[in-house]
């Protein structure tokens, strides 16, 4: 193995689930936590990290467990549910935390900041963090917004320095898109695929940098075009993703996506988009502006106000 040693920094949503997932593959893995207040939420995000595990064990044994695989945890075609149990619990077992980042980096092949999406936060991390690093090791960055280039100088070591972009409910959602920035050196983006590869993601090379990635450069400007044609009165949400699910055989219409994703991350997508019309796809600023943007805060906000917050919460633009 290329990699066993594995530093996440950040025991956030997304922290947490990718130190599980890559103790769950068999690396030796740190969190690296700001403060005592950080271990004390760490502590239930990860167990329950573990209990969706569990449960998804649990529904791929079922009888609609082909439908819901979770490929982050097993093959199809080589499921031993107690095996996968096992290792769940030695997953969790075996996770370390700690405060002392000098410690938690020491002889990390690879470090994963997964720290709050805020360039203040991340920058004042790496610069803590360059002086301290092993000669060999890789930084990534799983940051959804900020193009790499933009911290690399930051990093001391630019070369090894990259994106790599997990999804929400990693277990499931197993893309891992790695994203070189201009200094990034070949065998590091090699390196990072592997390292993808080791711990049950599916890697998606992005040989250039591009803001939103490959999924949400294609999904933003979807869901945006479902939500104008409501937002002006043109449809209503259910015929627009029947439009979409019955003509194409796609599973999810935007609306019924939205619910999954959630209004209020919706709502921050339509608020950040108006400040930079280009971000996630210079194409449509040109084809499709200008949108209806005012009108999607507004319906968006009342939703959020309402308490309408998507799936998760009984309501969004379904009832569920
Ligand atoms: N939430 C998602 O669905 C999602 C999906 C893909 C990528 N991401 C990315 O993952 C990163 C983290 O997002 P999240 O949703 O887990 O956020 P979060 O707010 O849940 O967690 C961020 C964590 O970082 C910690 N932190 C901040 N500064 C730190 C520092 N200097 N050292 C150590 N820890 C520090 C915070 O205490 C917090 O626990 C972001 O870059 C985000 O864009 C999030």
Known sequence: MEFNKVTVAGG???????????????????????????????????????KSYLDAIEQMAGPLGQENWARGIADRDNFDKQACIDRVEAA?????????????????????????????DKTAFYKALAPLMDEKTILVTNSSTFLPSQFAKFTGRPD???????ANAIWKNNTAEVMAQPQTEQASFDKVVTFANEIRMFALPVMKEKSGYLLNSMLVPFLLSGLDLYVNGVSDPESIDKAWTLGTGAPRGPFQI????????AYNIV?????????????????MMPY?????????KQMIDEGKLGKSAGEGFYKY
């Open 12 to 50: 956030g949503v997304l922290g947490s689930q990718i130190a599980f997932q890559a103790a769950y593959c068999g690396k030796e893995v740190t969190i690296l936590l700001r403060n005592q207040g950080s271990i004390g939420r760490t502590q239930p995000k990860l167990e329950q990290v573990r």
């Open 258 to 265: 939205f619910d999954v994703v959630g209004i209020k991350t």
């Open 160 to 166: 090894k320095y990259l994106s790599l972009h997990f």
């Open 292 to 300: 209806n943007f005012k009108g999607m805060e507004k319906v968006l």
């Open 92 to 120: 969790y077992n075996s996770l370390k935390l700690e405060l002392d980042m000098a410690k938690a980096v020491k002889d990390a092949d690879i470090i994963i900041e997964s720290v709050s999406e805020n360039p203040k």
């Open 271 to 287: 608020l950040q988009y108006q400040k930079v019309p280009g971000l996630i796809c210079p194409l449509l600023k040109k084809m």
